[in-house]
């Protein structure tokens, strides 16, 4: 798995500049705007994650048509937008569940891909279609070596990896503002990574095999971990009582019938 994102690390530099400088921008922007501010937009940002989540499935799991990815997330970014509390729970034990994935599944990691999942990098520079065709085929591989990893994990790995879901979601609604600034901590934070290292791999700085270094992973986990648990304290403090305010105004505020008493008793 991490041999295609090598690949993909090198392949960055010879694709078209629109494709790989303009989304690794607006990644880092959008990345910073969740990690720091996405809980005060709640609402939106379920549209949005609903939206990917719903493209992606299409795009995975249906024939990579633009018409089927476009529907997918339409559906889903309104069926997240409705039951916006339940549908940030589900993500938060999601990215908990994936985080746990990542976890079990790293001695995998290393481990030669298929001949199904090899992408030999371009040698010459692509046109905007080449280059969009190369991401495409690019996040197929991905997606193929996931299932891959996946699937040489054993059964009680998944087992552990549905409990640690269920007990995450329970935890998430009782503590749904936490859970929320955690969600957005933790995808902003990724946001932010994945624009930097597009940014990085065009300018040929190797990003991905830097960070998969024995010696430097660990920095790099430290980092990104300590963004998210920075994120969702400042967010939690910032956003996590906004809505108890006004109902507070509006206990210290007389009735009116209580006022018109009060007026009568003068």
């Known amino acids: 798995m991490l041999e295609i994102l090598q690949n993909f690390e090198r392949a960055v530099s010879k694709l078209a500049p629109i494709v790989v400088i303009l ?16 809980l005060g937009f709640k609402r939106l940002l379920a549209g949005l994650i609903g939206a990917v989540a719903g493209g992606s499935a299409g795009f995975f799991l249906g024939t990579h048509n633009i018409v089927s990815i476009a529907i997918a997330g339409a559906v889903v970014a309104l069926i997240a937008m409705i039951f916006e509390r339940v549908f940030i729970v589900m993500v938060a034990a ?43 085929e690019y996040a197929v591989g991905f997606g193929y070596a996931v299932r891959w990893v996946g699937s040489r ?17 329970v935890v998430g609604l009782y503590v749904w503002r936490l859970a929320s600034a955690l969600c957005c901590a933790a995808i902003g934070t990724t ?27 660990g920095i790099y ?22 809505k108890r305010q006004p109902a507070k105004a509006k206990k210290d505020t007389p009735e009116p019938e209580q006022q018109k008493r009060t007026w009568r008793g003068m």
């Open 221 to 242: 986990a430290g980092v990104f971990l300590g963004m998210i648990a920075f994120g969702t304290i400042e967010q939690w403090i910032v956003f996590g009582r906004q």
């Open 191 to 217: 946001l932010i990574f994945v624009g930097m290292i597009l940014l990085l791999s065009y300018r040929d700085a190797a990003p991905i095999t830097k960070m998969s270094s024995p010696d430097r992973a």
């Open 153 to 169: 994990m054993p059964v009680y790995g998944w087992a552990i990896l549905a409990a640690v879901a269920v007990v995450s979601a």
């Open 23 to 38: 989304p690794g921008l607006a990644a880092v922007v959008a990345g910073l705007f969740v990690w720091l501010g996405g």
């Open 94 to 136: 999601a990215l908990v569940a994936a985080s746990g994935f990542v976890v079990l599944t790293g001695p995998y990691f290393r481990s030669a891909l298929p001949e199904a999942a090899e992408i030999t990098p371009a040698s010459q520079p692509a046109t905007v279609q080449q280059s969009i065709e190369t991401v495409k």
